[in-house]
């Protein structure tokens, strides 16, 4: 069997025929190259608007790389005409095994945008013998291909989060389809600004944004103003992810300041190495760290009613009933506000200001999945310490879409992997 054979079966052109095939030993290795031509009395096509053309002339040989066999590189080697594109000018002809200028043929390109979905890039790179900037193209490839292909239709819900991306309090906001039956990165910008947001909404589009009926997000002001502005008719919820992440902040800040006053004042620390302990649910702690926990709590440091506090508070997310749901936060940051605790005040006072936004918690229960936007959190922080090494902003936005925003891809040609 000839590997034309096998090429014909897995890539199979209408106006091009594989020609010969022959093996070029390189100080590299071995590299399969194989001939093209256009078939006999084929026109050429325009590269730009897809209509057949007469031939004007033929360029130089070019290289494109293929999908390699047997740990072989593989090149298609072909000539490109020009068209006299009656529309266009003159132009190189369309290939249908490559876009534009690429040196990598696009199943080429798929196939390493697929693994680098299970290997991180630079792995990619490794195993197939090639450059971390040829993997990026891919990537960039599938993500261009995938965000041009994708459907909007159908979107309710939505979530806001922010994520640091670089040291120096610098942010990305990513918007998040968070509906029970698709959930996915929808966007990404630079900073966490009204502008930030406003940019999503114009490439979002009037009819889509007047069609959300949630959005959650943080207490964040900025975002909050344009929510207001551009989603008015949607139910604005404040999630729980982020209300929490706030009291576990808060927590943080006292259990510092407590740490620092213990050893100036000669105790015993007995906040060493408490963190962990302090920011985990009781359900998910160890039984030493049970144990621990339990000796803690008989100091009355400020540090445990903190704690307590926060504890006390997951209460407030197991209401039926948006009412009683309200009486509780109430009592809840009464006491908040009498406990002499700085950093919990602060969010005691926060939560009673955006209080209708954090009770329509209980107005969308049910329709919006409630673990997603920390789900998404999470995968987006390990996408970006996964892509340190990523020294723009482009490269880590592509990098966000093809890890998680469930981007389709064509369909009908054979898989290479
Ligand atoms: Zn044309």
């Not at 072989?72 to 249908?96: D, M, N, Q, W």
Request: charged content about 25%; some cysteine.
């Amino acid at each position: 069997m000839q590997i034309k054979t096998i090429l014909n079966r897995v890539l199979r052109h209408s106006a091009f025929v594989y020609v010969a095939e022959r093996l070029v030993e390189t100080v590299a290795g071995p590299t399969l190259e194989v001939q093209l031509r256009a078939r006999a009395n084929s026109r050429p096509r325009c590269s730009r608007c897809d209509r057949p053309g007469p031939g004007y002339d033929t360029l130089a040989q070019r290289r494109f790389e293929f999908v390699p066999l047997w740990g072989i590189k593989v090149f298609f080697l072909y000539a490109p005409r020009r068209v006299s594109c009656t529309h266009c000018g003159v132009h190189v002809e369309a290939l249908p095994w490559a876009v534009g200028k690429h040196r990598l043929t696009t199943a080429y390109a798929w196939f390493l945008a697929r693994w680098a979905k299970r290997l991180s890039w630079k792995e990619v790179a490794e195993v197939f013998q090639t450059s971390w900037d040829i993997v990026f193209h891919a990537v960039e490839m599938a993500v261009d291909w995938g965000r041009a292909h994708q459907d909007l239709s159908a979107i309710t819900a939505i979530g806001v989060d922010e994520v640091q991306w670089q040291r120096g309090h610098r942010y990305l906001t990513l918007v998040y389809q968070i509906d029970t039956h698709c959930k996915r990165l929808l966007w990404v910008g630079k900073k966490r600004k009204v502008k930030t947001l406003l940019g999503f909404f114009r490439w979002f589009g009037k009819e889509r944004s007047a069609a959300l009926q949630f959005v959650a997000s943080d207490m964040w002001k900025p975002y909050l103003r344009v929510i207001a502005k551009k989603a008015a008719q949607a139910v604005h919820v404040l999630d729980r992810f982020h209300i929490m992440a706030h009291l576990s902040k808060a927590i943080d800040e006292v259990r510092a300041s407590e740490v620092k006053a213990l050893k100036s004042g000669g105790y015993e620390p007995v906040l060493k190495d408490s963190r962990w302990l302090l920011l985990k649910r009781p359900e998910n702690l160890s039984e030493k760290q049970e144990i621990r926990l339990a000796e803690l709590v008989q100091y009355n440091l400020k540090t445990v009613r903190a704690y307590l506090l926060k504890e006390e508070f997951q209460f407030f997310w197991g209401y039926k009933s948006w009412y009683w749901a309200g009486q509780f936060l109430e009592r809840w940051c009464k006491r908040t506000m009498r406990s002499r605790i700085e950093p919990m005040k602060k969010v005691a006072r926060m939560l009673r200001a955006h209080r209708p936004l954090i009770l329509n918690w209980f107005r969308a229960k049910g329709a919006i999945s409630s673990g997603i936007v920390e789900g998404f959190n999470n995968k987006a922080k390990l996408s970006i310490r996964k892509a340190y090494g990523f020294r723009t902003y482009h490269g880590m936005e592509i990098a966000l879409f093809h890890a998680l925003g469930a981007l389709p891809e064509p369909e009908g040609t054979h898989r290479f992997c």
